[in-house]
């Protein structure tokens, strides 16, 4: 038998790869093994993309590190695929991404890549809680109904085709948000450069103007006899961003903000502090840049892979007194497949902000947003440097498929995953001693353990039972989505 033929009926015998996702359940095929000459390569004939029906062709191609007229090396075909089928899902687009190959003969192939959209359009009512977090409006206030805004959330995540976001909310109720961005991430021909713009105007009923000795956010609330509302905020922002591969982007950003709040915030009595000047408003102008590299097998619910961070930024344009600060923060998260259902993720983040001295605005540490120990979500830790670890463990306990009893050709079933886990977290806020509260420069340790339900378009509940070193301890509940 003739070398080549040789070569193509090894390829025919072992080669039928086929790499797809659908909600982080991922399915290898035949896995391909290596042929005696692991130097032998195949020519990439064509590469075919199926189920784009809004989506641009070279968004998706974009996204794939070989190219037709490449050639791949055999062995190392079942890696490529993978690696492609990961960096399109990671855009965010799809439901679900399947890569195929046909062989043609002993030297060619053809790659099919099968995707199916997601939902792009999402104009929905909006009912959301004004405070910190879910556990925090019904533990503290009782889920009451008034605490809540409400109106209309436009969302379209794929405008042009190019993967172009524009977002407008216009909430009223408990506060107003009217505002709008429109962010582009591939704006010129060679899809390495975006842009972002967006504004915004807000008023409260309440602002958080002081934390107390116990890390609880004390609240200024409105006056009727004077105003419905206690501040305001308008703002414009502006960014630039380059990603010429696949992990790393650079984002350079300038915003503009005016700040307004009752005069009654700044007196003696309450937070003098909270400008860091005794005004009650401020115009703040910000520039920062941010690096990140990521480099994961799902971006909303990574289980294998790493992502990095580092950011710069400048508020105010004088050096001290006032608003003024320059910030530093940067993050590692790492996370590893143990085999055998089993995973494990270790999260890094620390921040510092210069100089000390700071506007009570700028004291933000640890318990906001995504920065807080799981187990002090009623708490508020202050500081112009934090470090936290959060280590994480657990286990895949069922992956599974229920069928809708209605027909929706892009969504035929709704997958289930469920993970049990067990964590524990370190922090530490540093502050200075003016400010110091009952946590601020201590080590700060909590644990616990709980479940992840992992479901429709990366739907992200968890549920979990912590303690920290108070002797608090109860049930939380954090929700995640993915769009």
């Given amino acids: 038998m003739p070398g080549h033929k040789k070569i193509f009926y090894c390829i025919c015998l072992f080669f039928s790869s086929s790499v797809a996702v659908g909600q982080n359940n991922i399915l290898l ?74 062989i043609l003969s002993a030297f060619d192939m053809v790659v099919t890549v099968d995707v199916k959209e997601r939902w792009y359009i999402y104009p929905v009512p909006q009912f959301k809680p004004v405070d910190r977090n879910f556990n925090e409006w019904i533990k503290t206030y009782n889920a009451s109904l008034k605490r809540v805004n409400y109106g209309l959330k436009f969302v379209h995540y794929n405008l042009t085709g190019r993967r172009d976001q524009l977002r407008i909310f216009l909430l009223t109720g408990f506060s107003r948000d009217f505002s709008f961005s429109y962010n582009a991430p591939y704006s010129n021909a060679k899809l390495t450069e975006g842009f972002v713009v967006g504004a915004g105007y807000s008023q409260k009923k309440e602002i958080p103007y002081k934390t107390d000795f116990n890390n609880k956010l004390l609240f200024y609330r409105f006056d009727s006899l004077r105003s419905k509302f206690v501040g305001s905020n308008f703002n414009i922002n502006a960014g630039y961003s380059l990603r010429k591969g696949f992990f790393n982007k650079h984002s350079f950003n300038a915003s503009f903000s005016r700040i307004t709040v009752s005069d009654s915030i700044v007196l003696p009595k309450n937070n003098p502090n909270y400008f860091n000047n005794n005004k009650t408003a ?28 580092i950011s710069i930024s400048k ?46 605005i700028n004291q933000r540490g640890l318990g906001y947003g995504d920065s807080y120990l ?8 202050d500081g112009v ?99």
């Fill in 29 to 102: 095929s035949n896995a391909l093994q290596p042929l005696p000459d692991s130097s032998a390569k195949l020519y990439i004939k064509n590469i075919v993309v199926k189920g784009n029906k809004r989506t641009k062709e070279y968004i998706i191609l974009r996204e794939i590190q070989f190219q037709k007229g490449d050639s791949l090396v055999i062995s190392t075909i079942n890696q490529q695929l993978e690696q492609a089928r990961q960096q399109v899902y990671n855009t965010t687009l799809f439901s679900e991404v399947k890569f195929e190959t046909v």
């Fill in 282 to 309: 401020a115009n703040i102008f910000e520039v920062y840049y941010t690096y990140q590299h990521v480099n994961v097998n799902n971006v909303l619910y990574a289980t294998k892979g790493k992502t990095a961070s």
């Fill in 315 to 360: 508020r105010g344009l004088g050096f001290t007194g006032g608003i003024n600060a320059l910030t530093v923060e940067a993050g590692l998260n790492k996370y590893y497949d143990l085999g055998k259902k089993w995973y494990s993720t270790i999260q890094l983040n620390g921040k510092i902000r210069l100089p000390f001295q700071q506007a009570y």
């Fill in 374 to 381: 799981r187990g002090q979500e009623y708490l508020v830790i």
């Fill in 385 to 483: 440097a934090t470090a936290l670890i959060k280590s994480t463990l657990k286990y895949k306990v069922a992956a599974f498929k229920i069928p809708l009893p209605f027909k929706i050709k892009s969504v035929p079933y709704i997958p289930f995953t469920i993970f049990a886990k067990t964590y524990a977290d370190l922090g530490y806020a540093f502050n200075k001693k003016e400010f110091v509260s009952n946590l601020n420069n201590k080590l700060l340790y909590t644990g616990g353990f709980g479940i992840d339900i992992l479901t429709f378009y990366d739907i992200n509940l968890r549920l979990e039972y912590s303690f920290n070193q108070l002797n608090q301890k109860g049930l939380f509940l954090h929700t995640q989505s993915g769009f």
